[in-house]
Structure formats: C-alpha cells, structure tokens
C-alpha cells in the first residue's frame, strides 16, 4: 500500500503490455499495433488522479507515436533498444521526481533493470517469469486485454483515499479516522520478498485481501505462506484466516493451521498443526502459546506451545506428550 501510495510517475512498456505481443503487417511490410480501449481509459483515470504517465519502449512506431497522442501521454520514449535505465534516469531528473515515487509495467527481461529502481513494480499476466518474481504487483489480465485499469484503478484507489485523508481535517473526514472501513479489496491477493540476490525468500498468498488504512492492517482469507530460506528447508504454512500488521511484518493466521517442514541432512520432515500461529517472515520464525501437534515419520507428540526458527533449524516447545513409532525392518 505504501508503494502504491507514493506514486507520481507510472510508466509503461508497450509491446506484451499496451498490446498482447503479437506481430501485425500490412500489406506494404509496414508494422501495425493493436491497442485495448479499455486500457487507454485506465490511463486517462491516472491522469485525472494527478498522476503523470510515460511510455518507454525499446522499439519505434509511428502508431504508438498516435496512440500517445490520443491519450494525451507527453512523455514517449521510444527506439531505447535492450537498455532503458538511461531514458528512466533523464525522465526522473527532468520531471525532479524520486526513483521511488515511480511506478513501471513491463512483462520482459529487458524491463527488469527499470523495475528494480522503481518504487512499484508492476508485471502483466504473460510476462516471463523472472519480472515476475520481481513485481510487487502483477494483472490478472494479460497485456493488450485490460492489463493496464486494473493496475491503474488499483492505484487510484489507494492514492484517492489517502489524499482526501491528508486535506481534510479531522474533524470534516466523516468519522473516516474513527472508523475501521477499508480501502482496498484483492482478489486473488500475492506478495513475494526478494533477497538481496533477487531470489523469493517467502511468498505470501491468500484468496481474498481486505486492507485498512486507519491501522495500515489487512485481512487474509485462505492463507498461505512459504519460506524459501537460503540452504534451509523449505516452510509452508496454510490457514483459514490470516491478519497482516506492521505492514506485512507480523502475520497473525488461525484456523486449521498447519505448517510443513521439509526434511534436510539432520531432521526429518515434520508437520505441525494448531489453530492460531504468529509468523514473522522477515525473522523465519513461528510461534504460537495454542495447543500443537507434531507429526514425523518416527513420533508424534503433542505440546502447549511452540516457537520454530526456521534459520537456526530449531524448534523449541512446552510440555509434551510424545509416542515414537516402532521403526519397521
């Protein structure tokens, strides 16, 4: 949200995002391009929001040049070939803005280097994988087919609601500050944190998001995390239920908890059930003072309480009850 929120610059690719990809020729050899309606609308919102819009893509086109002109888009950079960050850096300095008040949409490797520098990176549907794995946020639709409004009225939402927080005074926000009403809703919510190396540590899923402003919380619905810890076996955890605090640093889940831990050299895999579980990503660590139950291939025991470490491969416990199964020959 707070990404979102510090966007004033939201720049696009073209090729595979304000089209589908595809290659049209007309009947002189001359390259043609399709373009959605619908995501030229989702453009105007943006700018009617007070946020700037830009295109910088890595071919020319005369049709893309129209396109722009259409949609009133002043800012067009084109024919930049594989390397963009120079036209990324001019654009930032002429428009006096921070690399993280900006926002890009690209869908191939040779958006990543912009991607990264940006405060919100954004990836459709249908780009490779590793954009992917680097956007803080990516379209359910695919680029060409309405990627760009769902991006754009995301945005929207979030900038919207916090500006008219910020000009209002306390007591003219109808209540908005005394009550606990949200600000966004996703669907088919997905969060992922990177490494230093780039590669995913953790992800975080859930089929619904709910998120509050007033206490900067969200609700999870259908909860699921995995740990992708460097040299450490890999963690998963499912849930009803799932609260987001501190801005996604502290993960409160309940409901038909259950945690996977794969095997490594030294510990079997285990599985652990509970019904209410704190998760601090950033750490790898979680804890609950509930009931647990701990299967293994050689025991199960059941405690009051527990705290894994998944970094330190420890796992520590209150008192248990354990039964060890008889290995079989």
């Known amino acids: 949200m707070r990404r979102a929120r510090a ?17 049209y020729f007309g ?14 609308h989702g453009m105007k919102l943006l700018m009617k929001a007070g946020v700037q819009t830009a295109i910088i893509s890595g071919r020319k086109s005369p049709a ?18 594989d390397e963009k960050v120079p036209a990324f850096e001019k654009l930032v300095r002429k428009l006096k803005l921070r690399e993280e008040q900006c926002s ?17 990176a954004v990836a459709v549907v249908n780009a490779v994988d590793a954009v992917k794995a680097h956007a803080h946020l990516v379209t359910r639709a695919h680029g060409g087919r309405g990627a760009l409004p769902l991006a754009a ?10 500006l008219n927080q910020l000009v209002q005074a306390p007591g003219a926000r109808a209540d908005g500050s005394k009550r606990h009403d949200p600000d966004l809703i996703v669907e088919n919510f997905s969060a992922r944190k990177l490494g230093d190396d780039g590669r995913v540590l953790y992800t975080l899923a859930a089929r619904k998001m709910v998120h509050y402003p007033d206490d900067d919380s969200a609700l999870l619905e259908s909860v699921k995390v995995e740990a992708f810890e460097p040299k450490q076996p890999r963690m998963m955890i499912t849930a009803d239920n799932g609260r987001l605090e501190q801005g996604g640093e502290r993960v409160l889940i309940e409901g038909n908890v259950v945690i996977v831990r794969d095997a490594d050299a030294k510990n079997e895999a285990a ?7 704190v998760v601090l990503p950033d750490a790898g660590i979680a804890r609950t003072d509930a009931e647990v139950t701990l299967d293994s291939p050689s025991s199960r025991a059941v405690a009051k309480g527990f705290e894994i470490d998944n970094r330190a491969r420890t796992m520590h416990s209150g008192p248990v009850r354990a039964t060890f199964k008889p290995v079989r020959k």
Not at 7 to 21: K, N, P, S
Not at 27 to 34: D, F, H, I, N, Q
Not at 64 to 81: D, F, M, W, Y
Not at 271 to 277: A, D, H, I, N
């Open 64 to 81: 893309l040049a129209t396109r722009a002109r259409e949609l009133s888009i002043e800012h067009v950079i084109q024919g930049t070939g």
């Open 104 to 120: 890009y949409m690209g869908d191939d490797v040779q958006d990543l280097a912009v991607m990264r520098r940006c405060g919100l």
């Open 27 to 40: 009947p002189r050899g001359e390259a043609l391009k399709v373009f959605n309606i619908l995501d030229g």
């Open 153 to 162: 009225l995301a945005l929207l939402v979030v900038l919207t609601l916090w």
């Open 7 to 23: 966007v004033r610059l939201a720049i696009f690719d073209v090729d595979g995002v304000m089209t589908d990809g595809s290659m």
């Open 271 to 277: 599985r652990v059930t509970t019904e209410k579980l």
